[in-house]
């Protein structure tokens, strides 16, 4: 997703002294900011900041959207730990969009990693300047002086105050700098299971979601779009739908035309009652066939060299024996179990927009465009997310809720059906992936190409930008094969479709990923190589992935003595700045269908800051993953989208999910990301081992098209 740029303690910002008594410590990710003087406040401009008032409230808000993945546990729990506070006592809120956060957008598993330095950074430095405070106030050495659970104590004269007692006279301080952080061994919340600020609420039915919004005289939308890709409305008669019980008007908009009632039952009662006369455009003829043969038409030898070790050309020619293979994969739906919804209000020249959402920054500048109002006069409140996986990276709903709340003069909730959501969402693209591998007479690789024909998300986004076909994220995964191979090539065709596409949990790495290491397996097989062996022959000695293989090797017991009919695979995998390793064991039941036993995932993603989280993360990737590799598909035909709900786009059951374990390194090399990096070896890792138990490749996905069962 985002591109992630490492911070520096330095980036932290500064802090605002409160009039009012509070201790507001602000901190910058990526850039400094300057002071500014509100309503008779010091406050330094911040991104996120932490709040002290004197009932001793410790409050963080959090500019990270909370999607399922924990980010308002996650992230608190870092500042928690330095500042030496009651962590159950920490207050979290979802921070609204603010200029001072920079860009708000939650994805490429960037909350914790790029909150680790300056959060922490943030909280270490209030816990210096309280104790400082509290020292001045008592004259004595601040090196006498220790702050535990909110509380500073002075040993020596047996005295002790709260951090609210001294949280105005900190507020005044100068801001220091350089302060040291823990080491691990002195971390108390980082590292420890911690309660989720979200479970509560979300237990007894308080959290707030998209469509528990509310608001006074709000109707409810839902919009006919085209069947066809591209498709227009030609004309509409909405009489009947008029007629509906509760339907108070329709509008034309962009997309489509939305219906508005009273309740949604009624919205989508008069939805179906409308008569629309659609021009289908030029994409009738569009079929996922005749996708397939462009993306194979696509000729590697005018692709872009996206990277080029050595003379791969060369040593294809020369080499004692060559493999190849080809990979095909299809175009894949987000499917989070709340389907997209946006709730709008707009006042004057004022836009508030509640939404489940990834992309906090370009929703307020969406906003504004479609209310035709000032930017700084839009507020977004992201609310709690069933899920996102990507799609709420894209902001097409909140355009067209916008849009219809602009027509209509009241605030409006539009909100679409699963099926609306299938047929009408953005898809991970579909690519096709031409692998070869020249081996010498040891059959060692000399030589690696891997020629991939995909559409590109930013291409399709951003035409003029890629004019010249490079799009260096569609080749993630691929262009940063880990193997020291000498020669590697690989070449990118931009084959972009009428299908719209966006951003899939693990992006790239999703396909170029499973590419690689299932063909790596080919080529060791091929040459009589043990496919883990073969693997820690060719990473590097001090590869953090060779060191989740080696620790996969060892805990796995590889190659395990598997009962008859069993198979076991192997996949590892960097990206998002973790490394991982799965090991997979499979068989092919009496009923010719495939059921994984057991997943071994090791991961090395540094420090690890909430285990309970990272290993749900991890179990919920699994289960992600597999469901795409087993079943999932989007097909077209004439043009439209032919899958519309779980029963034709039929998600992983829940007696398929395996025995999951997840074991991690212990680290404090730089932190990575963990809601993503778990996706790519998983596939690889099932298809290893499907060959391994049967013999049989699986080249093209999903699973289903090659087992019936």
């Known amino acids: 997703m985002s591109r992630i740029t490492n911070l520096s303690r330095r980036d932290f910002l500064k802090a605002s002294a409160a009039a009012t008594g509070a201790l507001v410590l602000g901190f910058r990710m990526g850039q400094s900011a300057n002071a500014a003087v509100a309503g008779g406040d010091i406050v330094f401009n911040p991104n996120a900041w932490l709040e002290i008032n004197r009932g001793g409230e410790v409050i963080i808000q959090v500019p990270w959207s909370e999607l399922g993945q924990g980010a308002l546990t996650a992230v608190p729990m870092l500042l928690a730990d330095e500042l030496e506070v009651d962590f159950g006592?920490?207050?979290?809120?979802?921070?609204?969009?603010?200029?001072?956060?920079?860009?708000?957008?939650?994805?490429?598993?960037?909350?914790v990693r790029t909150s680790w330095d300056p959060v922490r950074t943030a909280g270490a430095t209030a816990r210096v300047m309280l104790v400082a405070a509290a020292a001045k106030r008592w004259q004595v050495p601040v090196d006498e002086c220790q702050a535990r659970l909110g509380v500073i104590t002075h040993e020596k004269s047996g005295r002790s105050m709260t951090y609210g007692a001294i949280s105005a006279a900190a507020a005044g301080q100068e801001v220091p700098v350089d302060i040291p952080l823990k080491p691990k061994s002195k971390r108390t919340i980082i590292g420890h299971d911690m309660p989720r600020k979200d479970t509560p609420d979300k237990v007894v039915g308080k959290a707030d979601f998209g469509l528990d919004q509310r608001l006074e005289g709000m109707l409810f939308a839902v919009v006919a779009r085209s069947p066809v890709l591209e498709g227009s409305v030609k004309s509409f008669d909405d009489t009947a739908a008029l007629a509906v019980p509760g339907v108070t008007r329709t509008v034309e908009i962009e997309t489509g035309i939305a219906v508005l009632a009273d309740h949604s039952w009624a919205a989508l009662k008069g939805r179906e009652a409308l008569k629309i006369e659609w021009d289908d455009g030029p994409n009738t003829g569009l079929n996922s066939a005749n996708i397939s043969e462009r993306l194979a038409a696509a000729d590697p030898a005018k692709a872009p060299v996206m990277r080029g070790d050595g003379d791969s050309a060369g040593a294809l020619t020369t080499a004692a024996k060559v493999v190849e293979a080809v990979y095909e994969l299809p175009y894949i739906s987000h499917s989070p179990m709340e389907p997209m919804n946006c709730t709008a209000r707009i006042t004057g020249d004022r836009c508030e927009v509640w939404v489940p959402i990834q992309s906090v920054t370009w929703g307020e500048s969406v906003a504004a465009q479609y209310a035709d109002v000032p930017r700084e006069n839009v507020t977004i409140q992201p609310t709690y997310a069933g899920g996102g996986f990507g799609r709420r990276l894209m902001v097409d709903y909140v355009a067209e809720t916008v849009a219809i709340a602009k027509a209509?003069?009241?605030?409006?909730?539009?909100?679409?059906?699963?099926?609306?959501?299938?047929?009408?969402?953005?898809?991970?693209?579909?690519?096709?992936?031409?692998?070869?591998?020249?081996?010498?007479?040891?059959?060692?690789?000399?030589?690696?190409?891997?020629?991939?024909?995909?559409?590109?998300?930013?291409?399709?986004?951003?035409?003029?930008?890629?004019?010249?076909?490079?799009?260096?994220?569609?080749?993630?995964?691929?262009?940063?094969?880990?193997?020291?191979?000498?020669?590697?090539?690989?070449?990118?065709?931009?084959?972009?479709?009428?299908?719209?596409?966006?951003?899939?949990?693990?992006?790239?790495?999703?396909?170029?990923?499973?590419?690689?290491?299932?063909?790596?397996?080919?080529?060791?097989?091929?040459?009589?190589?043990?496919?883990?062996?073969?693997?820690?022959?060719?990473l590097p000695k001090d590869s953090r992935l060779r060191g989740t293989l080696e620790r996969a090797q060892k805990e796995w017991g590889w190659p395990r003595?598997?009962?008859?009919?069993?198979?076991?695979?192997?996949?590892?995998?960097?990206?998002?700045?973790?490394?991982?390793?799965?090991?997979?064991?499979?068989?092919?039941?009496?009923?010719?269908?495939?059921?994984?036993?057991?997943?071994?995932?090791?991961?090395?993603?540094?420090?690890?800051?909430?285990?309970?989280?990272?290993?749900?993360?991890?179990?919920?990737?699994?289960?992600?993953?597999?469901?795409?590799?087993?079943?999932?598909?989007?097909?077209?035909?004439?043009?439209?989208?032919?899958?519309?709900?779980?029963?034709?786009?039929?998600?992983?059951?829940?007696?398929?999910?395996?025995?999951?374990t997840v074991i991690t390194i212990d680290s404090e090399d730089d932190i990575g990301g963990i809601g993503e990096p778990g996706y790519p070896p998983l596939g690889p890792a099932v298809l290893n081992a499907l060959f391994d138990a049967t013999g049989k490749r699986v080249r093209k996905l999903p699973i289903a098209g090659n087992f019936k069962g």
């Open 89 to 111: 006592k920490v207050q979290v809120r979802k921070a609204r969009n603010d200029p001072r956060f920079g860009n708000m957008g939650t994805g490429g598993s960037r909350s």
């Open 408 to 538: 209509v003069g009241r605030p409006v909730q539009m909100f679409m059906t699963r099926q609306d959501d299938t047929r009408h969402g953005l898809y991970r693209p579909t690519s096709r992936h031409t692998l070869k591998a020249a081996l010498d007479d040891q059959n060692r690789p000399i030589a690696w190409t891997h020629h991939l024909a995909a559409p590109s998300i930013s291409g399709q986004l951003n035409p003029e930008r890629f004019s010249d076909g490079r799009d260096e994220g569609a080749v993630n995964g691929a262009s940063n094969l880990p193997y020291e191979i000498p020669n590697i090539e690989v070449t990118y065709s931009m084959v972009n479709t009428p299908v719209p596409t966006c951003w899939l949990r693990s992006v790239y790495n999703t396909q170029n990923g499973l590419a690689n290491e299932c063909f790596f397996d080919e080529m060791a097989r091929s040459g009589g190589h043990d496919p883990v062996q073969l693997r820690l022959e060719l």
């Open 561 to 660: 003595k598997l009962n008859s009919g069993r198979g076991q695979g192997t996949a590892s995998h960097s990206s998002f700045g973790s490394h991982v390793t799965m090991m997979a064991e499979v068989s092919v039941g009496d009923d010719g269908w495939p059921r994984v036993h057991e997943i071994l995932c090791v991961v090395d993603c540094g420090p690890v800051v909430h285990p309970d989280g990272l290993n749900s993360q991890i179990q919920g990737v699994v289960g992600f993953a597999l469901s795409a590799l087993m079943r999932e598909e989007i097909t077209i035909r004439n043009g439209s989208v032919q899958q519309s709900n779980f029963d034709d786009y039929p998600p992983l059951r829940l007696k398929e999910m395996p025995d999951v």
